[in-house]
């Protein structure tokens, strides 16, 4: 991979983060009281975490498109972007949670 | 061995912090000629030198982070929401973002980060390294803080 697509990685991956998080598009979840990984939602295993498949939906989506987008493209995008589009998706995410606090 | 792998969290999570400390004070000026005082010996350093070791130590504590989130999930959690303790949940729910987040700008940063520097790339540099000192000192606070949670609160 080639440092654009690895920065264009990067960028894509906070966002994914932020809708899977918040459409709840985890790859596979883990049951932690039994130990288990399952694809889907299964009821009656106790509590479930949610991050992981979070993570590697995110780490897929961004990782597909990295490598999808042309050569050029990724060589002209902005370097700035690579740390404000982050900043403003953490932004986001801080006024989201913000639930917890209220 | 949960508790082993606390303290290795916990001390990885101390050398993360420091490395990413000095690196982002070093970006933020340069050191002052002339004087020589604490601060300026903080951040007088090769901050290029930083950039492997962040990675490593980031990814590094975070796998451990995601090791210890079960045992989280089931005993601490449920303890603090009996404490109608939500903001506690709050913090910890953002540290699991900014972490996830943090692993995700890896990449990126340690292509700013290859020597040669670019000089067209300095802004680039110095954002992300902020940012992820950021990510590291809320994740270590709060690491710490719900890590002692019974004793500090009332």
């Known amino acids: ?102 | 061995m949960i508790v082993a792998l606390l303290i290795a969290h916990a001390l990885l999570a101390v050398a993360l912090l420091g490395a990413i400390t000095h690196q982002a004070l070093s970006v933020a000026a340069p050191a002052a000629h002339g004087r020589w005082t604490f601060i300026d010996r903080f951040r007088g350093v090769d901050s290029a030198a930083y950039a492997t070791p962040v990675v490593v130590l980031f990814t590094v504590t975070a796998i451990g982070g995601a090791l210890l989130y079960p045992q989280y999930r089931v005993d601490v959690r449920p303890a603090l929401e009996d404490m109608q303790n939500v903001a506690a949940n709050g913090v910890f729910e953002i540290k699991e973002h900014l972490v996830a987040i943090g692993l995700g700008l890896l990449p990126a940063y340690w292509t700013f980060w290859r020597r040669p520097l670019g000089p067209d790339t300095g802004g680039a540099r110095r954002g992300l390294t902020w940012l992820l000192a950021v990510f590291v000192w809320w994740s270590f606070i709060v690491g710490h803080v719900l890590n002692n949670i019974r004793g500090l609160l009332p």
């Open chain 1, 1 to 102: 991979m080639t440092d654009a697509r690895l920065r264009i990685f990067s960028i894509l991956f906070g966002i994914f983060y932020v809708v899977a998080f918040y459409y709840d598009l985890a790859l596979f979840r883990y049951y932690p009281e039994v130990s288990q990984f399952h694809w889907l939602r299964t009821d009656g295993l106790g509590v479930v975490i949610l991050w992981y498949g979070w993570i590697a939906t995110s780490a897929l989506a961004s990782a597909a498109i990295s490598f999808a987008v042309p050569a050029g493209m990724a060589e002209r995008f902005w370097p700035g972007w690579a740390w404000i589009i982050p900043t403003a998706v953490v932004v986001g995410t801080l006024i989201y949670e913000r639930r917890w606090f209220v």
